[in-house]
């Protein structure tokens, strides 16, 4: 061991994250963690220096999203402030991003030391696991330990904090390998079959149920059983509805979906989840979006089953009337056997998305023929139906914003009904934090490298965020944003406008802002659009250009079906 080679701590971080298979890392490079950058470069992983900490976080956790698979969100210690909305937006998704911070010098801690925080304290209540680095030689350990942590059972996102003393300091290149498991790849995850006694009884009362319904969460996903859900619903004619926020588990075109539980994006969830008799909540949570499992969200004579994939998640739907600890697609396979299906349930449940669906396009349509014989600006509605009008079967959509969001949600439903395949859908997770669009459009784009990808943000989305879009320009990864530009926080000032006692908005107008030159300076196509007939030629130049784009579209307010019932009724957004 003598003559072994030495090297520092932060090639050790490096080589046990890519032994792991980590493919990606994103950072603004910092002192502190710059032996970490030389232990990538000497891995050759791609690091990508990105224009601020909260970026590096959001293309960590967008790439995390699409692959599945770990990406790396390295700071230092100020920068781990700047990183710390990523870690909320990772953890509301579920997503295993792996922060690592270069910290303060742990020899002289609690004395003052250089930028020196309580950086694992800050990160513990929104991540999984987090940890200090204290002993060079378990460098690999925790590498190890929290990558388990990340991927396993519950999914989430981790913190690892190295000590630049550590991060600096020499170690044999084998320190802490002497221990099990000498083999630290990363392992195939361990999954939870169902008990069959358990799994008996579940079935048992779904096969003698005549109205249920499946709800899948965000455990679907990450278990990647979201092409087991689909067959499952097709098979057995069991209407499918996604929870609000989280990852889309089939197609908006697929048929047996039918969209959100939530009553308000979403009318026809309301009928069907009041009426079902059972309801299959698979991999999700019994949170606030689902009223905790109360009525008036479910009643109280629907029989609530919940499927999760680990303990984890089962403590958290400890309202459920019957729970199954089982791997979701382990389950879906069971319940393909059941040996029934609900063909006149399924139906009714399509007739009411068609219903919804026209309402919607009647709706539209006088909107839009009122603005065009007015000189108006367009609706948000039109504006994200016209766009996905120009998009192919393989391309990416990801929306961002308050109203921008929700009313994009109801377009993708009614076009995916009509027909529209998209290639994935990206959008804010479960805190609906603003700002993330762009970024997790560049990592569509870097992952998807012959596809469009087209961004839909609120301006005000734009201003939280936008400066990640300096990395579509240094990773030759040109995407198109469309700016859905009313000149305010919209969503927050019709809340106000209902809310004040005068009915005015406060604190909430922006100037007008140049988005489209803004682009144009920076090197992209830049164009500004007036006029809906404006806007598809517009977007066909953006995505012919080769370049990074802003369409920068003007368009009216418009308050979003799920803004009124909560400014009105003052309610969740998903309780009627």
């Not at 922006?510 to 030159?517: G, K, L, N, S």
Request: hydrophobic share 40%.
């Amino acid at each position: 061991m003598a003559n072994a080679k030495k090297i520092r701590g932060g090639e050790i971080l490096a080589r046990a994250l890519k032994e792991k298979g980590a493919k990606h890392v994103f950072t603004l490079a910092g002192g502190f963690c710059n032996p970490a950058l030389e232990g990538f470069m000497e891995c050759q992983m791609p690091v990508i220096n990105c224009p601020h900490e909260q970026v590096a976080g959001h293309l960590a956790d967008g790439h995390t999203r699409i692959t599945r698979t770990p990406s790396i969100c390295l700071v230092g210690p100020e920068g781990f402030a700047n990183a710390v909305p990523a870690m909320l937006e990772a953890g509301g998704e579920r997503s295993p991003v792996i922060f690592v911070t270069g910290s303060s010098t742990l020899k002289r801690q609690g004395a003052g030391g250089f930028k020196e925080i309580d950086d694992v304290a800050i990160a513990a209540p929104l991540v999984k696991y987090s940890v200090q680095i204290t002993d060079g030689e378990r460098i690999s350990e925790f590498v190890d330990r929290a990558w388990h942590a990340a991927t396993t059972g519950y999914p989430g996102p981790v913190h690892i904090s190295l000590p630049v003393d550590i991060m600096f300091s020499s170690f044999d290149e084998d320190a802490g390998r002497e221990e099990r498991p000498f083999l630290r790849t990363n392992k195939l995850i361990p999954r939870a079959w169902p008990d069959p006694t358990a799994l008996s009884h579940i079935m048992k009362i779904i096969k003698a149920s005549e109205r249920p319904l499946i709800i899948g969460g965000h455990g679907v996903w990450w278990s990647g059983a979201e092409a087991t859900l689909e067959r499952a619903g097709k098979m057995l004619r069991l209407p499918v509805f996604n929870v609000p926020y989280h990852s889309k588990l089939l197609g908006e075109e697929c048929d047996a979906y039918m969209g959100l539980a939530d009553f308000h994006q979403y009318h026809p969830s309301k009928p069907a989840i009041h009426e079902a008799d059972v309801i299959i909540m698979i991999g999700g949570r019994l949170d606030n979006q689902m009223n905790f499992g109360n009525p008036p969200f479910f009643q109280k004579t629907t029989t609530l089953i919940c499927v999760n994939g680990s303990h984890e998640e089962l403590d958290y739907n400890r309202a459920a009337d019957e729970m199954l600890l089982s791997d979701p697609g382990a389950f879906l396979d069971a319940l393909m056997g059941v040996g029934k299906t609900w063909d006149s349930w399924f139906d009714a449940q399509k007739q009411r998305r068609a219903d919804w669906v026209q309402e919607w396009e009647t709706h539209i349509a006088a909107e839009t023929a009122r603005d065009l014989a007015d000189g108006g600006k367009m609706h948000p509605l039109q504006l994200s139906l016209d766009v996905q009008a120009e998009m192919g079967a393989e391309d990416w959509l990801i929306f961002d914003g308050g109203n921008t969001h929700f009313w994009s949600e109801i377009a993708v439903n009614m076009a995916g009904w009509r027909g529209q395949k998209l290639g994935g859908i990206m959008h804010p997770g479960n805190y609906s934090l603003l700002g993330v669009g762009v970024s997790f459009g560049v990592s569509a784009k870097a992952l998807h490298p012959d596809k469009n990808v087209v961004v839909i943000s609120g301006d005000g989305a734009f201003l939280s965020g936008g400066l990640s879009i300096e990395a579509a320009f240094q990773e030759a990864t040109p995407i198109t944003v469309v700016i859905d530009n009313n000149g305010g926080l919209d969503c927050i000032s019709q809340q106000q406008e209902r809310l004040f006692a005068n009915g005015q908005h406060f604190a909430t107008d922006f100037r007008d802002i140049p988005f489209h030159t803004m682009c144009e300076g920076l090197g992209g196509h830049g164009e500004l659009v007036t006029k809906r007939e404006e806007l598809g030629p517009a977007l066909r130049r953006a995505m012919a250009s080769g370049k990074t784009a802003c369409v920068n579209v003007k368009c009216r307010g418009v308050i979003s079906p799920i803004v009124a019932a909560t400014s009105d009724k003052r309610d969740k957004a998903s309780i009627e």
